[in-house]
C-alpha cells in the first residue's frame, strides 16, 4: 500500500493504493491542498482518523460513497470509487476502517511519493 499525491487541477490530492492499476485506488482526500507539503499533511491526518468515523452516504446521482471526517467535521478522505448500493460501500468502508484500526495507513506514509 502507498500513498501518491498527485496534481489535480489547481491543487494536488493524495490517494491510498493498493497497487499499481487505476482500480487499486482504495481512498482519496476529500479535496485538493495546494501545495505538496500541505498534501502530505492531508495525509497524515487520514492515518490518525478513528476508523468508527467513516459513513456511507448517498450522492445526488444515486451512486454511494464512504467519507472520514475529523472530529471537527472537516472531510478528510472518501472512497475513491462511487459504488452501487449501500451494501457494497459498506464493505468498501468495514475494509477502510480495518487498514485504519490496525495503523497500515500510518506504516505506508513512509513510503510517500510525489507525482
Known amino acids: ?57 448517498q450522492e445526488r446521482d444515486g451512486g454511494w460513497r464512504w467519507r472520514l471526517a475529523a472530529a471537527d467535521g472537516t472531510p478528510l478522505a472518501e472512497s475513491a470509487t462511487r459504488h452501487a448500493d449501500a451494501p457494497t460501500c459498506r464493505a468498501s468502508a468495514l475494509l477502510m476502517q480495518g487498514l485504519l484500526a490496525r495503523g497500515e495507513v500510518h506504516a505506508c506514509l513512509d513510503r510517500y511519493i510525489t507525482v
Open 1 to 57: 500500500m502507498d500513498v501518491r499525491v498527485v496534481r489535480e487541477g489547481a491543487g494536488y490530492r493524495w490517494l491510498l493504493l493498493a497497487g499499481e492499476r487505476p482500480e487499486a485506488v482504495l481512498a482519496r482526500a476529500a479535496g485538493t491542498a495546494p501545495d505538496a507539503v500541505s498534501c502530505r499533511a492531508a495525509a497524515e491526518l487520514l492515518a490518525e482518523a478513528p476508523s468508527e468515523a467513516i459513513v456511507c452516504v
